[in-house]
């Protein structure tokens, strides 16, 4: 079996005297999609915001290819290959479509705006930022501001900026959300492309089981912050536990 990329470990979090995400421990391999699942104020969220480094975790560790990353920041985790999609849209809206593209390949290689710095480096910069906006079909609006974009080419935009930054690590937070279902397939498809790049692991918090049953290789149900179970989608949605307290008893709907 494939070594992890990344690992949680007893991973706990305490607002007060609330525990949001309770010792939670798990391993997710490259080449795998993980859909979380789980009724509202489970802790899906915040389990996300731990793994990627928006909060601190109270105990337990992050690990990423067995390096401890549980007390860096959200942007020294990114520079070791995690990276996050929100449930909102996270862009420059002032700047072009290309533009953000642009910063986030500059992100990625290091590359400031140096005085000096040669012109062919600037030429490839933005050789690869085209690349990745034919990558998601946007290079019809490459020079649009992202905020005239409609919501869904912003998610698009945005699965494009994690793809610029070549993450090992997805993390994908309700991603069609608020789009229409005109706009969902598109985003839908620029995710079962990473899952099919079989170096990347993939992590999704999802409520549309149509979504759950199109994508997920594995699925995790936090409940209460805990986890309540981990499998293959068939095994996971048989569950009686799973089935009628959490996806409902027909199994289509997620809390």
Same mark, same amino acid.
């Given at each position: ?81 995690? #990276?996050? *999609? ?7 809206? +002032?700047?072009?479509? %290309? !533009?953000?593209? =642009? /910063? ?13 710095? #040669?012109? *062919? ?7 690869? +930022?085209?690349?990745? %906006? !034919?990558?998601? =079909? /946007? ?24 793809? +610029? ?91």
């Amino acid at each position: 079996m494939t070594n992890p990329t990344l690992v949680t470990e007893g991973l706990t979090i305490r607002f007060g005297g609330h525990v949001a995400v309770d010792r939670v421990n798990c391993a997710f391999r490259p080449g795998e999609l993980t859909v979380i699942v789980g009724p509202n104020g489970a802790g899906k969220t915040t389990y996300f915001n731990l793994i990627s480094g928006q909060l601190a975790a109270t105990s337990g560790r992050v690990m990423k290819d067995g390096v401890d990353i549980t007390r860096l920041s959200p942007s020294a985790r990114a520079r070791h290959g995690v #990276g996050r *999609a929100f449930q909102l849209t996270n862009l420059f809206p +002032a700047l072009s479509v %290309l !533009e953000n593209i =642009r /910063l986030a390949v500059q992100a990625r290689a290091g590359a400031g705006w140096h005085m000096f710095r #040669g012109v *062919a480096a600037f030429h490839e910069i933005n050789a690869r +930022a085209e690349r990745y %906006l !034919e990558a998601v =079909r /946007l290079s019809n609006v490459a020079y649009k501001p992202a905020a005239s974009l409609p919501h869904g080419d912003q998610r698009k935009l945005e699965v494009a900026l994690l793809m +610029a930054m070549e993450p090992d690590i997805y993390m994908f937070d309700e991603p069609t959300a608020g789009m229409s279902l005109d706009h969902a397939p598109d985003v839908l498809d620029l995710i079962a492309e990473i899952k099919h790049d079989h170096s990347k692991t993939v992590l999704l918090v999802e409520h549309k089981m149509e979504v759950v049953r199109a994508l997920a290789d594995r699925i995790i149900v936090l409940h209460n912050g805990a986890l309540l179970a981990d499998g293959p989608p068939a095994a996971i949605m048989a569950s009686d536990i799973v089935r009628d307290v959490y996806l409902g008893k027909s199994g289509e709907h997620a809390a």
